[in-house]
């Protein structure tokens, strides 16, 4: 399968399970991206996907920041990926545990930049 059409069918199958709650990871194994810049092209994909709804980026995180994480899935360093706007509440929220399809509490560091950092400056990962 060529990567612009295994792109493709990831992002639709990534669509689908967020859409139907489904758990990340039962995934077919075909639509796995074999290497990081596939990954990044898969989630810039569904970035788009997500405008094309209407669903903003409201910033982003790191991922994998610890050593035991980064081993758990086979990736030797953090990652970095969008927080939706729908996940992301600046006041107080009811929130129902039906609509997720694990529900646990992470600590996270907020930094806000005075300026936009140039995506050519040097490696961000």
């Not at 903003?56 to 706007?85: C, F, N, R, T, Y």
């Not at 646990?104 to 140039?118: K, Q, R, T």
């Amino acid at each position: 399968m060529s990567e612009e059409i295994r792109v493709c069918r990831a992002v639709e199958q990534l669509l689908k399970d967020r859409d139907e709650n489904a758990r990340f990871g039962d995934s077919p194994v075909d639509l796995t991206p074999p290497n990081l810049p596939e990954g990044y092209k898969v989630q810039d994909a569904l970035i788009k996907r997500y405008q094309d709804r209407g669903q903003g980026i409201d910033g982003w995180k790191v991922g994998l920041a610890s050593k035991s994480m980064q081993q758990s899935v086979g990736i030797p360093h953090p990652i970095e990926g969008p927080i939706l706007e729908s996940l992301s509440h600046n006041e107080h929220v009811d929130l129902s545990n039906a609509d997720y399809v694990s529900v646990c509490l992470e600590a996270d560091g907020l930094v806000l930049l005075a300026g936009p950092i140039s995506y050519n400056e040097g490696p961000w990962t």
